[in-house]
């Protein structure tokens, strides 16, 4: 009732939604649940605060002396004269550090940032361009490689289960392969390949910041922002800096699994202390609304979760006893739970409360995992998820509510559809 009550009077009235879920996890934990302000605040993700703070902090940095536009000049004079291929060069790109075995916050928080502003150079729809890097990033989610896979296979043989590595891979990468032909055809792409020869055009006097949240106008391309007329400007010390200090973070979290948010931290604060003029009001660019709304409601849901609400739910669905309702509804409740909090911890919980139900046989064990996994991890579009946040927070503060909104939606259509149809393609045919 209170997750509800949040997102109601979030809706409605200009308040911030994680600032709500914090007063309704305070007022619950102490007034109903009996605890301290400290057990309350337990579940308050630290982690995520960190990530974030690092993160915006690291890259308004690089916003404000240039290093990204540097980049994007760069990358313009590679790509040249195909935005229809652009988006798919976003999902490729994304998709490479969670198939090398970083999880999708680490991947994302390093490279949308670059991924969306190359986008908006080219004139694409920034709801594509987020789409396309958020499920490129979740297709390589249960690489052999990745730690998702390893958690969800420990927890399938700690109950006497098995999946194979492949069906989990395969299945997953699948599914998000075939979201990402959706986006493209929904949100541009069909735009882009009608007007391949106009873009291309476009591209090469230079695309300077279309339109950020529908399809993009050729004719808005300013001159000014040629990749091939313009020459690209000498690399200063802080901008060198700047792109080692970039490099570096992305080494150390991406193979060395250091905590990236204080890394990125870290080196925002060495590289602020070294340049100082150079970096004037970036600090300013630190995203504290995406900050609060995703700590406020990923408490809530960690309180939730804490009190036993997923668990009362999960044993109420096991017991029904009619096995395919009983499957959709288990897939159902890892997505919309997942929505609003952690899949990694979320999958560690959900095999477990499914166990008793799949020692019935009436539904096979692999596909109905795999289409857990999916479920549970195809909703980290929703903006409440760290790769949501982190993509989210890439936007222009003006684009920013609308962005949210058509992410929330996005993500509410994820946790409906995903079900629906794992459920269909993976679960019913074994049951046939």
Same mark, same amino acid.
Not at 282 to 299: E, F, P, Q, R
């Given at each position: 009732?209170?997750?509800?009550?949040?997102?109601?009077?979030?809706?409605?009235?200009?308040? =911030?939604?994680?600032?709500?879920?914090?007063?309704?996890?305070? @007022?619950?934990?102490?007034?109903?649940?009996?605890?301290?302000?400290?057990?309350?605040?337990?579940?308050?993700?630290?982690?995520?605060?960190?990530?974030?703070?690092?993160?915006?902090?690291?890259?308004?940095?690089?916003?404000?002396?240039?290093?990204?536009?540097?980049?994007?000049?760069?990358?313009?004079?590679?790509?040249?004269?195909?935005?229809?291929?652009?988006?798919?060069?976003?999902?490729?790109?994304?998709?490479?550090?969670?198939?090398?075995?970083?999880?999708?916050?680490?991947?994302?928080?390093?490279?949308?940032?670059?991924?969306?502003?190359?986008?908006?150079?080219?004139?694409?729809?920034?709801?594509?361009?987020?789409?396309?890097?958020?499920?490129?990033?979740? @297709?390589?989610?249960?690489?052999?490689?990745?730690?998702?896979?390893?958690?969800?296979?420990?927890?399938?043989?700690?109950?006497?289960?098995?999946?194979?590595?492949?069906?989990?891979?395969?299945?997953?990468?699948?599914? =998000?392969?075939?979201?990402?032909?959706?986006?493209?055809?929904?949100?541009?792409?069909?735009?882009?390949?009608?007007?391949?020869?106009?873009?291309?055009?476009?591209?090469?006097?230079?695309?300077?910041?279309?339109?950020?949240?529908?399809?993009?106008?050729?004719?808005?391309?300013?001159?000014?922002?040629?990749?091939?007329?313009?020459?690209?400007?000498? @690399?200063?010390?802080?901008?060198?800096?700047?792109? @080692?200090?970039?490099?570096?973070?992305?080494?150390?979290?991406?193979?060395?699994?250091?905590?990236?948010?204080?890394?990125?931290?870290?080196?925002?604060?060495?590289?602020?202390?070294?340049?100082?003029?150079?970096?004037?009001?970036?600090?300013?660019?630190?995203?504290?609304?995406?900050?609060?709304?995703?700590?406020?409601?990923?408490?809530?849901?960690?309180?939730?979760?804490?009190?036993?609400?997923?668990?009362?739910?999960? =044993?109420?669905?096991?017991?029904?006893?009619?096995?395919?309702?009983?499957?959709?509804?288990?897939?159902?409740?890892?997505?919309?739970?997942?929505?609003?909090?952690?899949?990694?911890?979320?999958?560690?919980?959900?095999?477990?409360?499914?166990?008793?139900?799949?020692?019935?046989?009436?539904?096979?064990?692999?596909?109905?995992?795999?289409?857990?996994?999916?479920?549970?991890?195809?909703?980290?579009?929703?903006?409440?998820?760290?790769?949501?946040?982190?993509?989210?927070?890439?936007?222009?503060?003006?684009?920013?509510?609308?962005?949210?909104?058509?992410?929330?939606?996005?993500?509410?259509?994820?946790?409906?559809?995903?079900?629906?149809?794992?459920?269909?393609?993976?679960?019913?045919?074994?049951?046939?």
């Amino acid at each position: 009732m209170a997750l509800v009550f949040v997102f109601v009077v979030g809706t409605i009235r200009p308040v =911030n939604i994680g600032a709500l879920a914090l007063v309704a996890t305070f @007022l619950i934990g102490t007034l109903v649940a009996g605890e301290s302000a400290e057990d309350v605040l337990a579940g308050f993700p630290a982690d995520v605060f960190v990530l974030l703070v690092g993160v915006t902090y690291l890259f308004g940095l690089a916003a404000a002396n240039g290093t990204i536009e540097w980049i994007i000049d760069r990358a313009m004079l590679v790509f040249g004269d195909r935005p229809a291929l652009v988006p798919w060069l976003l999902f490729g790109f994304s998709a490479v550090p969670t198939l090398l075995g970083a999880l999708g916050p680490a991947g994302v928080a390093m490279l949308a940032p670059l991924c969306l502003r190359l986008a908006e150079r080219y004139g694409l729809s920034r709801r594509m361009s987020a789409l396309m890097v958020m499920h490129g990033s979740c @297709l390589g989610n249960f690489s052999p490689l990745n730690g998702l896979a390893i958690i969800v296979q420990k927890a399938a043989q700690a109950n006497g289960l098995s999946v194979s590595s492949a069906a989990l891979f395969f299945g997953n990468a699948a599914y =998000n392969l075939g979201l990402a032909v959706v986006i493209y055809a929904f949100f541009g792409g069909r735009r882009l390949l009608r007007e391949r020869r106009v873009l291309r055009a476009t591209a090469a006097v230079g695309a300077g910041g279309g339109p950020a949240t529908g399809g993009a106008s050729p004719a808005s391309a300013p001159a000014d922002g040629a990749a091939e007329e313009r020459p690209v400007r000498a @690399l200063r010390a802080d901008q060198a800096a700047t792109i @080692l200090v970039m490099v570096g973070v992305a080494v150390g979290a991406l193979a060395f699994e250091i905590e990236i948010g204080f890394l990125a931290l870290t080196s925002a604060v060495v590289l602020h202390t070294v340049f100082p003029s150079r970096f004037t009001g970036a600090d300013k660019k630190i995203v504290w609304s995406v900050v609060l709304l995703i700590c406020g409601i990923t408490s809530l849901v960690e309180a939730m979760e804490h009190w036993g609400t997923v668990e009362v739910l999960g =044993n109420g669905i096991a017991g029904l006893g009619a096995p395919l309702l009983t499957a959709f509804l288990l897939c159902l409740v890892g997505a919309v739970t997942s929505a609003f909090g952690s899949s990694v911890g979320l999958l560690g919980v959900l095999i477990p409360l499914a166990a008793p139900f799949f020692a019935a046989g009436d539904v096979r064990v692999a596909p109905l995992i795999v289409a857990l996994t999916i479920c549970a991890t195809v909703v980290d579009a929703m903006p409440f998820s760290s790769v949501g946040a982190l993509t989210l927070a890439t936007a222009p503060e003006a684009e920013r509510p609308s962005l949210f909104r058509f992410m929330l939606g996005w993500g509410f259509a994820m946790a409906v559809t995903a079900p629906v149809i794992t459920w269909s393609v993976l679960v019913l045919p074994g049951t046939a």
